[in-house]
């Protein structure tokens, strides 16, 4: 069982999804799983992340299109880590954002969620 479970929910992202599961596999903290869901994707997402071949990865494919609520309830049932870090298609991780969270929640056993700022950025990667 691995210790996080990153799910990315994802429909029509071949835009930024490389670069989203790039700044997962890129983390300091690996001992992770990266369960990709495809909710019917029509711009060739899935026949990209299909091609993956890190094993931390699996990728799914929705048998129907569930929509965003769906296909995230259909990620956290597949999902088998102690902790779930949902990334979506168009986010990426900052260096150590995985160790961060897993500190801050093994330190606190009480502490069911955890969160951390964000950047907002364009489609140029300029932060806005």
Known sequence: ??????????F???KYIL????????QSFRDFELLIFDDQSTDGTF???SKLTDSRIKVFRN???LGLVGNWNNAIEKSS????????QDDILLPGALESEVAA???N???????SASCVIDSNGAIT
């Open 1 to 10: 069982m691995p210790k996080v479970s990153v799910l990315m929910p994802c």
């Open 12 to 14: 029509n992202g071949v």
């Open 19 to 26: 670069k989203a599961i790039d700044s997962v596999l890129s």
């Open 47 to 49: 026949e990209i992340v």
């Open 63 to 65: 048998a129907s299109n």
């Open 81 to 88: 880590g102690e902790y779930i870090h949902f990334l979506f």
């Open 105 to 107: 929640l093994d330190a």
């Open 109 to 115: 056993p009480k502490c069911s969620l955890c969160f």
